[in-house]
């Protein structure tokens, strides 16, 4: 489950196996001299190619998401690379970039823009780097605290349009405090018929005072898969067959057996689906907000005296599209 794994593209134009045979021809009789210039240019070749497509090397999770170990983010990244993270992101959900050091709040930000215009909901910490980057702490001085515990969500679920993307970086690490997630459509695909067959009928309303209503399963706006838009801390109620003349709002025993249901078909599978992320210095995470939910666990909150210092910045890119059946 854990295997590391070299990404490929589909047309193996990268293979230096291939690269070898295409410009290298070693005579049959061959000579010590011709076999060891042949060596030093093969090396050569393969050095140039993971030079140049550095992030082309994944090790694998789960069933999902990509641990990402040779690129740079800090450094100047080429416009086909950042396609290919954009299109990557949408592919497996979930890409965790290693070693990335201390990432500048300002840089941070730039990398969030690849994915469009960054939108900010949240209270602005006076430690914050930049006006776009929630600080959370284990530390009321350093961040905000509590971020994340209210239950298993994706962000700006009670926006009209929630995030499209995620983006988070441990700028200092404590001994434990693990972020969970949990891809969404894994989850609707593991449901029993009769509980999808509910859950396709409700719809999540943040406040009733808002009337704003969200499918609880809708199709992503970019992959067309199922995908879910919900907040298990952030819930007022539900409404069965909204827009129809069968359309009820739950009263709160009802909306909290419904919450429980969710939450218990995230935890049941909880081997098979859900990844617990363990931070490590220099980590970067970049998420389809859509398409994976998440929670803060536990001991993301105890006391610096006992796990140490914790620090992790978000960024949120703005949402375009309100969450449709369509």
């Known amino acids: 489950m854990y295997e590391t794994s070299t990404y490929e593209l589909k047309e193996q134009m990268y293979s230096p196996v291939q690269v070898g045979r295409k410009v290298l021809v070693v005579n049959s009789l061959g000579s010590e001299l011709s076999y060891l210039f042949f060596m030093f240019t093969l090396i050569m070749l393969i050095l140039d190619r993971i030079l140049q497509n550095s992030y082309f090397h994944f090790d694998d999770m789960k069933t999902y998401g990509k641990i990402v170990t040779d690129v740079n983010l800090s450094d100047a990244v080429s416009d086909d690379v950042i396609e290919k993270i954009k299109k ?16 500048s709040g300002e840089r941070h930000v730039e990398i969030s823009k690849w994915f469009g215009d960054l939108e900010s909901t949240f209270y602005k910490h006076p430690r914050s780097p930049h006006p776009d980057v929630f600080r959370v702490s284990n530390n009321e001085e350093e961040g905000c605290t509590n971020v994340g515990r209210t239950g298993w969500h994706i962000d700006g ?28 459509t894994k989850l609707i695909e593991s449901l029993q018929p009769d509980v999808r067959a509910r859950w396709e009928r409700l719809y999540m309303v943040s406040d009733r005072r808002l009337k704003l209503k969200h499918p609880l399963i809708y199709s992503h706006p970019v992959t067309k898969k199922p995908t879910l838009c919900f907040h298990l801390g952030m819930t007022d109620a539900f409404a069965w067959d909204a827009g129809t003349d069968k359309e009820r709002i739950t009263e709160w025993p009802e909306t909290k057996h419904i919450l429980t249901e969710i939450h218990q078909e995230i935890e049941k599978n909880n081997r098979e689906l859900v990844y617990s992320h363990k931070w490590e210095q220099g980590d970067f995470i970049i998420s389809d907000n859509l398409a994976v939910g998440h929670e803060a666990t536990p001991e993301t909150q105890l006391p610096v005296s006992q796990v140490g210092l914790r620090i992790l910045h978000r960024t949120t890119v703005k949402g375009t599209e309100k969450p449709s059946k369509s």
């Open 157 to 184: 679920s009670f926006m009209t349009e929630p995030f499209r993307f995620s983006l988070y970086h441990m700028v200092a690490v404590p001994k434990s405090g693990d972020t969970a997630f949990v891809p969404l």
């Open 88 to 103: 990557d992101v949408h592919e497996h959900v979930l890409l965790i970039f290693k070693n990335q050091g201390i990432v």
